[in-house]
């Protein structure tokens, strides 16, 4: 009798070990309850609820997760197990802050910083851009979520105020306008030009600069009265000249 209980003892262990054997090995071949989509609660492994949506009460021993949507300016973006949804945050514009994605159940509402402003991670907030100072411009192009970079104003632009969006200017062609520079321009002021002035005339009547005269409709008509009392002088003296050699002639005879 005892040989045949010691007989079945060693029978039953040695089934156990390849039945342990399988049982490790099924559990390592299926998958665990505790994933993106279910959850362990009483023995039981019970889906999650899924984005959009939270879970108002756990399953039992005879029924599964009861879900509910998400209430207006609430979401869920990820299967859940929590007892309520999330809250979209306020794209408050006291604090510089614009709705640029109203968002949805399953996304949450997106904010950007308003124009002039740019995210600090520091202090969680948005921060006005820094102002460039004269003589300096904004580096274009100017990115929304970061803050101004000013560069000096090369030679021929200028910037004359503080701003945290101008870009240097050029200076101001006086020659293409067809005027004069009087004042030159730089960095932080641009050129001052003005209507050419037309020369004066000489005490002989004549005008030291001819080339000046074509600069302008003033200087054309100023050349052209020039010219025309030159041809009158001319005549004049062409008279004078043949009246002479007439008397001449007439007192030879």
């Not at 090995?25 to 505790?34: G, M």
């Not at 904010?111 to 921060?127: K, L, P, R, S, V």
């Not at 050129?191 to 004066?200: G, T, Y």
């Not at 302008?216 to 043949?242: H, I, K, N, P, Q």
Request: glycine residues 6%.
């Amino acid at each position: 009798m005892y040989r045949q209980l010691r007989a079945g003892r060693r029978c039953v262990l040695v089934l156990m070990f390849p039945l342990s054997f399988l049982l490790q090995l099924s559990l390592q071949i299926a998958p665990p309850c505790e994933s993106e989509q279910h959850y362990e609660y009483s023995g039981r492994c019970c889906r999650k609820c899924e984005p959009g949506t939270y879970l108002s009460a756990r399953c039992t021993a005879t029924s599964d997760s009861v879900c509910q949507p998400c209430g207006p300016n609430e979401y869920m973006d990820i299967w859940n197990e929590e007892d309520k949804c999330l809250l979209h945050k306020i794209c408050d514009q006291g604090k510089a802050l614009r709705e640029v994605n109203p968002g949805n159940s399953t996304f949450q509402r997106q904010c950007a910083c308003t124009m002039g402003y740019h995210w600090n991670e520091d202090c969680d907030c948005c921060q006005r851009n820094t102002m460039c100072a004269p003589g300096l411009g904004v580096k274009h192009p100017v990115q929304q979520d970061k803050d101004t970079m000013c560069i000096p104003c090369p030679r021929g632009y200028f910037s004359k105020v503080s701003s945290s969006t101008d870009e240097c200017k050029s200076w101001t062609n006086c020659t293409a306008l067809g005027m004069e520079e009087i004042v030159a321009g730089t960095d932080k002021s641009d050129a001052v030009c003005r209507e050419r002035k037309m020369p004066e005339p000489s005490e002989d009547g004549l005008y030291p600069c001819i080339d000046c005269l074509f600069e302008s409709s003033r200087g054309v008509m100023l050349l052209l009265e020039v010219l025309a009392d030159l041809f009158l002088l001319w005549v004049t003296l062409g008279r004078a000249a043949v009246y002479q050699d007439s008397a001449l002639g007439k007192a030879h005879l």
